[in-house]
């Protein structure tokens, strides 16, 4: 099995930035996409970011120029830079990753962009 843990979020002014990292343990192979989820109020979750542990990214149209996803293989982690944020970034962020069969979620972390 594989679990993810997330870490970071919180309260931020627009324009702020924040930082959410998510670190996976168990069964990690080699190869893995591990990425960023969020889900605001009454709306489906959407893919803000992943990136493969061969370095190839995707971006939701959205946040191009703003957050920018990196990792750290031998850490299993995955980081997330929100910058300039938005009211409209404000959700529930969840960290995924799909390694082998499993299709790991994390737990949900709160980010909040006040205007």
């Known amino acids: 099995q594989v679990q993810v843990v997330e870490s970071g979020g919180g309260l931020v002014q627009a324009g702020g930035s924040l930082r959410l990292s998510c670190a996976a343990s168990?069964?990690?192979?080699?190869?893995?996409?591990m990425g960023w989820y969020r889900q605001a109020p009454g709306k489906q979750r959407e893919l803000v970011a992943r990136?493969?542990?061969?370095?190839?990214?995707n971006y939701a149209d959205s946040v191009k120029g703003r957050f920018t996803i990196s990792r750290d293989n031998a850490k299993n982690t995955v980081y997330l830079q929100m910058n300039s944020l938005k009211p409209e970034d404000t959700a529930v962020y969840y960290c995924?990753?799909?390694?082998?069969?499993?299709?790991?979620w994390g737990q949900g972390t709160q980010v909040t962009v006040s205007s």
């Open positions: 995924n990753t799909v390694v082998g069969p499993y299709d790991a």
């Open positions: 168990g069964s990690i192979f080699a190869f893995n996409i």
């Open positions: 990136i493969t542990s061969g370095g190839n990214i």
